[in-house]
């Protein structure tokens, strides 16, 4: 294979939203270029392709989100969606020259949002907030703001994440930091690159149940391989490319217990097979 880019950018394998975001900057590379195959190292995840990263993250910034209100559902005042509109949020596509729908949502132990969310606006709020010119993206923290309302008059809505990022989800409760951000109306800083890849990312490259509620599990491979294998890999089929295993939560985050959170993973006894 004759590659011109070798990406590498820094990543915790600990943080599950880091690790399904790089799934999905992999699922992202191989749709635009189909020799793309991708690895973990220690500390950083690096995929082989045509494209550098500012090129990768540029297309998906400008990668149109495909307008279908029969599938997404009506919007509702404040473009937020209704709590009995929950199971009718539908699906979300992204156009060319990537062509993916996304809808994997329905597996309630893996979706962190509830139904007042209206998760295209978020998506669509976090994909435009990309910084494509940074080499770290899954540490470039900002506030995200609905890209409608950026360079106009009226004051701009904040966008709030789905929290697959664990540094949000892990300290997510009013009881951990001691008081209610939302009622002082603060503003609070997200990862944009995090939240909008790692919802690419879970279309293909799913958790492993664990027989608990809302306890998943993924695994890491170090052998370069294209999204389509390397999403058996992340369920941990393929032990031989050189897996470590990670356990998470993806816990409530709030007393109504309807809106959860990725907490932060741990790593589990090493799987038996051959490391290259």
Known sequence: MSTSHTIS??????????????????????RLWQDAEGCFAEDSFTIHADMSLSDLLE???????????????ADRVGGEVAEDDEDRAGSIELGDPVHL??????????KPWAGSMDARRIFAGMKSAIDASTNDPFNDLRVVYDPAAVGSRAR??????????????????????????DALDMLSAACPAVEALCLVGLQRFRPMPTGS???LEYCTWRTP???????????????????????????????QRKHKGFLPARLLPEIHGDTP
């Open 101 to 110: 729908r996304l809808d994997w949502w329905s597996d309630k132990s893996i």
């Open 225 to 255: 391989l294209p999204a389509p294998v390397a999403g058996a890999a992340a369920c941990g089929v393929l032990p031989a490319v050189g897996a470590a295993r990670y356990r998470f939560e993806n816990a409530f985050r709030t007393d």
């Open 9 to 30: 950018l820094p990543v915790d394998a600990l943080n599950p939203g880091q690790f399904f975001a790089c799934c999905g900057l992999l699922e992202l590379a191989g």
């Open 156 to 181: 701009p809505k904040k966008r709030e994440p789905f929290y697959f990022d664990s540094r949000r989800g892990g300290s997510a409760r009013s009881l951990d930091i001691g008081f209610a951000p």
């Open 59 to 73: 297309a998906f910034r400008g990668c149109p989100v495909v307008d279908d209100q029969s599938s997404v559902g």
């Open 213 to 215: 509620p809302r306890v």
